[in-house]
């Protein structure tokens, strides 16, 4: 089949051909609102520090509590040092260097200090001076009591005296006085549970007694004076074992496993791993190797920091799949000390269970020692034991064979992505795969990964934050690799779509340099570069410090040189990227206005992309609107004048409502700016059409939307210039045929006329004053307009409203328009980003794209079938009748169903003919004054099937759902538009006529209008004008085209027949015209259109009927079918034509003239006589004939089986 339009897709023959749908993109089939999506909080409250750690050691070596009697031999070893090994006076400071060392590994930044073997008075002081220097942040106090007694029950621990002669009893209630809030406490001790679980109640206490004196405690919080109760509650607890249980003494352990756990968890794992008889396999591996595995903690290249990076990345993938999210983000994000003591935490859970002791905690964790990860970490560990001793061979530190650890989770990650995330638990491996961001080496992968899972929503970019990803990916942005880019940009675009405060962060650590660099890299891809533009534009929106510097690192020049890409979602966001950098932003309108920005985005207002059409009028609106309240000078005036007029002139009678709503949003700021202008051009309105004066409270009601006549009914010599013209599209934008259009130009309409009212009411039109930039008698002109002949000059006012206050403070001290309107374009515009792409449904086999597909075959052999059958059977079988709630004026057959829409004056009805049921009826919302004269059937045989209503008015309205079978379904309109601005609806003649092209997506209008327009539906603008030709009396009444050639027929109301060729312009457009018609032209119709067909049928009101050949000067052949015809249907597949006439008949012929037959009655036994035929229609495919009666009645007729 020869296409000859670009769009249409040409297919190969294993393909199935492409279905061609308009209007079913997402701004037709979604509200034009924000993503709603809330970004959960990741981010912490209060990020906090432990820089205080008091280390109280209780250890009176070497003598042994009285209350524990110890087994022989015992577990001796504190910090890893033998006490026994060292003198007893320097064993203890020995341990308490070693323990010090130990922490300093996790928090090297933090204050330590000891205190070992302590009085009361020695804590007291160790604790309050703690507190008083660290102020807010959080303190931790240590405590190991293994050289004295067990706590009692009454919440005490044990210390000494001077004299280490007794056991002196320290209340828990006075250490949290000392210690204070936030704090966080380790309990190294047996009955450590006893401890953990009489702190809340002692908190209870303190509490208690706070409220009792009506003001703080003393010395309840490093504040002093502060007047919070205190918040003990809050504090962090770590105790070795349960209430009822002693520490283990097995003497292959320490003796304080669990702090070894809490400090040293690698060589505690090892040992405990070792111990466990797990590594028979490994040979040649002692208990004394533990300390000597080369690398450091912090070195993930060495053996001993892979170990550690691994058990990160595995503690921290336990907590995240156990905890709440809450919980793990205080825990495990909130404090690095208080993270790295979690992490061990989980160690010492699953290695002290297995030696009877339960560590308990407060805030209480859920049991994690069996969790499958431990299973993965203990392969880790054997893996990297079993290259020990050649390891220890080496003088190398990094040579070993790094674990496959990583690679396999990633893999795990993979493998959830490809097998679908419906109803299924988050990926547990998210925690890993920020640690492997960490490495270079697995980083591009993690990357690609991470934004694969991204994709999925804004769900998971909420979890991917949870985890703790942020810091991560921000440190990522100084890197200088080219080959992370597009990877890095797009986790940021989902990250800033979801939650868009991150762009401080980007402010302020110069992270916004590198979205720059990325979109002025122009051989990056076009999509990656749309995103940067993206994340710029979220950077510089309400975010003054972003405008600042994007505008220093010159965002503008990039930005305008790609508004001609060919990439329409980078000039869509490289437009909205700019609109709102210069967004309440003087400094950057100047800068724009040096580089002509204005003046380049002209030409986004042509472009074939409704969303990059409506991002540039958004760009000059907000350009407009950048300067403050009363700062603007005769150039800047002359600028926004000249875009308002430009905008006016390009846009306002765009098709597509989404570029009409942002003209109203940008019209509102040139109101506001120049209210008293506008205000002028009201009053003068006001007078040209009633012949008199405001005066006070004098005909008020005529100023209201109610009679739209007093502003749109102007004589126009009696007022010129951009004033007049600018207010006169608003009022026509005020009745626009999309409701959303016409609710905003409404309500900045009724901004002006309510101030109108108030200055009539105030008896006073105030003092005289020159509107903005515009001398008081200098009438203002269009350029190249000339006056008019007689011209009152109104005089511009400034009105006086009472408590009126429409500016807003930047924060800085200027004043701001408030905007009256507003849309959600952008934020729509951002859900590209957020949401997870729609999946296309169609080839299911519930689609009902995919039931016609497989109909088809057996349909189309049936229709066949019945063509064939026209010569020997008549078509007045009638198969459906119904009566219509008004007379109905047009009928049109669905395209390859049996179903008939009915229209009359303003509403419109859909039946199923075959069973005889209604499915839908809607009013077509239409104004009182105009009816519809076309109707056309969009997108047939998908599930997208739309409606088409063309008034005589010019307008054109799209409607969903009218054909579906689910009565639940209501009507709802698609799109609407004026397509035919120059239509008169007084004419009442043929009103405006249709012609759909499905393939190339094109509507053709005309009539009661010399001038035949072309509507691309796609890009929803107008695309050619084509000049029928003629006198002013010569009106189009009849039209029809074809996709497959380029050819349209119209029919004149002066008898003329007219062929015009749509590629060409100006005068000739017309190439063929026939006047051999004596009256009107009711039908013209393109027989077997096609690029070879030149075949042309045609008939008129004095019911004459001729066939045209468009190589022929004059007719092939004439037919006369009666007199007075009022409708005219032709059947081009079965060569059938069919008219009625005023004489209550419906003559059918066939294509060569003959008479098929006719019908003058209903059918049944004496049935009642047809009455006047008002409207025709043939079904496409099939051979059924309905005809509309003035009686209101419907027939259908189908070929008699006789």
């Known amino acids: 089949m020869a296409m000859t339009d670009k769009r249409v897709v040409r297919v190969t023959e294993e393909e199935p051909e492409q279905e061609v749908t308009v209007l079913t993109e997402a701004r037709h089939v979604e509200k034009i609102e924000g993503a709603n999506t809330v970004a959960q909080s990741w981010r912490l409250k209060e990020r906090m520090k432990t820089l205080s750690v008091a280390l109280v050691l209780c250890l009176n070596i070497p003598v042994d509590p009285p209350d524990i009697v110890k087994i022989q031999p015992c577990a001796r070893q504190e910090a890893w040092i033998d006490p026994l090994s060292v003198p007893p006076g320097k064993a203890i400071e020995a341990i308490g260097n070693s323990l010090l060392k130990a922490y300093e590994r996790w928090q090297p930044r933090a204050r330590y200090k000891q205190s070992l073997d302590p009085t009361v008075e020695d804590v007291k002081k160790l604790c309050t001076s703690l507190r008083r220097n660290a102020k807010e942040e959080r303190v931790l106090f240590h405590y190991n009591g293994h050289g004295v007694p067990k706590p009692t029950v009454n919440g005490e621990i044990w210390v000494f005296n001077k004299n280490y002669t007794q056991y002196i009893p320290l209340s828990i209630y006075e250490l949290q006085t000392w210690m204070g809030s936030p704090s966080i406490y380790v309990y190294d001790c047996s009955n450590a549970g006893v401890i953990v679980k009489l702190f809340e109640q002692i908190a209870d206490q303190h509490e208690e007694e706070w409220k009792r004196s009506g003001g703080p405690s003393c010395g309840s919080s490093g504040s002093g004076g502060s007047p919070s109760p205190p918040s003990f509650k809050q504090c962090i607890q770590l105790g070795a074992c349960g209430a009822n249980e002693i520490l283990p ?12 756990c809490l400090t040293t968890p690698i060589n505690m794992a090892v040992t405990w791993y070792m111990l466990q008889n797990k590594s028979k396999l490994l040979c040649g591996l002692t208990l004394d190797i533990i300390d000597k595995i080369p690398g450091q903690l912090n070195d993930r290249r060495t053996m001993l920091g892979e170990l550690n990076w691994i058990f990160t990345a595995i503690t921290d993938t336990i907590a995240w799949n156990t905890l709440p999210r809450d919980l793990f983000q205080k825990l495990f994000r909130q404090d690095l000390l208080v993270a790295s003591l979690f992490r061990n935490f989980l160690l010492a859970q699953r290695i002290m269970r297995s030696y009877d002791c339960t560590p308990v905690c407060s805030p209480k964790l859920p049991p994690t020692h069996q969790h499958p990860m431990w299973d993965a970490w203990d392969l880790a560990l054997e893996l990297c034991l079993s290259q020990l001793p050649t390891a220890l061979k080496s003088e190398d530190p990094y040579s070993l064979v790094h674990s496959s650890f990583f690679e396999e989770q990633l893999t795990a990650f993979q493998v959830w992505l490809n097998l679908g995330h419906q109803d299924r638990n988050p990926p547990e491996q998210l925690p890993v795969v920020l640690q ?7 980083r591009p992968r993690a990357l690609e990964l991470l934004g694969s899972f991204l994709a999925l929503g804004p769900w998971a970019v909420n979890l991917v934050l949870s985890v703790g990803i942020f810091p991560y990916v921000l440190r990522l942005l100084q890197s200088t690799a080219r080959e992370l880019r597009p990877m890095l940009v797009y986790l940021w675009a989902k990250i800033l779509a979801v939650d868009p405060s991150c762009k401080g962060d980007l402010v302020r650590d110069n992270g916004y340099k590198y979205f720059l660099q990325v979109l002025s890299d122009a051989s990056m891809p076009a999509e990656h570069r749309t995103m940067a533009a993206f994340v710029l534009g979220v950077i510089v929106w309400d975010h003054p410090d972003g405008q600042r510097v994007v505008l220093q690192g010159s965002l503008l020049a990039p930005c305008l040189e790609q508004l001609n890409d060919s990439h329409p979602h980078l000039r869509q966001w490289v437009a909205l990227c700019v609109g709102r950098v210069w967004h309440h932003h003087p400094n950057a309108r100047w800068t724009g206005t040096r580089d002509n920005a204005h003046e380049k985005l002209y030409t986004l207002l042509h472009d074939p992309v409704p969303e990059v059409r409506a991002s540039a009028v958004f760009a000059l609106g907000t350009f407009m609107s950048s300067l403050p309240s009363g700062d603007q000078n ?3 005036r002359a600028i926004d004048h000249a875009i308002a007029i430009t905008l006016i002139t390009s846009v306002a009678g765009d098709g597509s409502p989404l570029v009409r709503q942002e003209l109203v949003v940008a019209m509102q700021y040139l109101v506001q700016m120049y209210e008293s202008s506008f205000l002028a051009v009201a009053r003068q309105c006001h007078r040209d059409d009633s012949g008199a004066d405001l005066s006070p409270l004098s005909n008020l009601s005529s100023l209201s939307h109610g009679s739209s006549s007093v502003f749109s009914g102007v004589n126009s ?16 934008l005020e009745h626009d045929p999309f409701p959303d259009v016409a609710k905003l130009a409404r309500l900045v309409t009724d901004y002006i006329r309510t101030r109108v009212l108030l200055s009539a009411r105030d008896g006073s039109e105030g003092r005289t004053e020159s509107a903005p930039g515009t ?11 000339s006056p008019p002949a007689s011209i009152e000059t109104p005089t511009p006012t400034r009105v006086r409203v009472r408590s009126h206050n429409n500016h807003m403070d930047d924060g800085n001290g200027s004043s701001f328009l408030k905007p009256i309107v507003t849309t959600e374009f952008v934020e729509w515009s951002s859900k590209n980003f957020i949401l997870p792409q729609r999946q296309d449904s169609l080839s299911s086999p519930s689609s009902p794209v995919h039931n016609f597909h497989t109909r088809s075959s057996s349909r189309l052999l049936a229709e066949s079938e019945e063509r064939r059958s026209v010569g020997t059977n008549k078509l007045d079988d009638q198969v459906f009748y119904h009566r219509n709630p008004g007379p109905p004026a047009l009928l049109l057959f669905h395209p390859i169903n049996p179903l008939l829409a009915v229209a009359d004056k303003g509403n419109v009805t859909v039946w199923d003919v075959e069973r005889n049921q209604n499915l839908s009826h809607w009013h077509n919302c239409n104004g009182s004054g105009s009816c519809i004269s076309a109707l056309a059937v969009l997108n047939p045989g998908t599930s997208s099937c739309f409606t088409a209503t063309a008034c005589d008015d010019g307008t054109v309205r799209v409607w969903r759902d009218t054909f579906a079978q689910q009565p639940q379904n209501d009507v709802s309109l698609v799109t609407a538009f004026q397509a035919s601005p120059d239509n008169n609806p007084s004419s009442r003649d043929a009103g405006m006529l249709m012609s759909w092209e499905q393939d190339t997506s094109m509507l053709v209008v005309g009539g009661d209008s010399r001038v035949v327009r072309l509507w691309d539906l796609r890009e929803e603008r107008k695309t050619a004008e084509l000049l029928t030709g003629g006198d002013i009396t010569s009106f189009v009444t009849a039209l029809h085209s074809h996709q497959a050639g380029p050819w349209i027929v119209v029919g004149c109301s002066d008898g003329y027949v007219r062929l015009l060729d749509r590629r060409a312009s100006g005068t000739k457009t017309v190439v063929r015209q026939w006047r051999e018609h004596t ?20 008939g008129s009101v004095d019911g004459e009927v001729r066939l045209w050949d468009m190589r022929q000067s004059s007719s092939v052949q004439v037919c006369q079918s009666g007199p007075d015809s009022t409708a005219m249907a032709t059947h081009a597949n079965a060569h059938l034509f069919a008219v009625g006439s005023v004489n209550q008949e419906i003559a059918v012929h066939h294509a060569s003239g003959s008479l098929v037959n006719t019908i003058k009655y209903h059918d049944g036994f004496m049935g009642q006589r047809i009455a006047p035929v008002s409207c025709l229609a043939f079904h496409p495919r099939r051979i059924l004939l309905a005809a509309g009666t003035t009686d209101s009645s419907i027939s259908v007729y189908g070929l008699a089986r006789r």
Request: glycine share 2%; net charge neutral.
């Open 249 to 260: 003494m097995n003497p292959d352990l320490p003796a304080d496993v669990f702090t070894a």
């Open 634 to 636: 005769d150039h800047a």
């Open 775 to 785: 001398p008081v008698n200098k009438p203002i002109f269009m350029a190249g307009e």
């Open 717 to 732: 010599l009696s007022y010129s210039g951009k004033y007049y013209r600018l207010w006169q599209t608003l009022v026509a």
């Open 436 to 442: 492997v961001l960490l490495s270079q080496v697995h």
């Open 1079 to 1098: 009256s009107c032209v009711i039908s013209a119709h393109l027989l077997n259109a096609s690029q070879s067909s030149t075949k042309i049928i045609t």
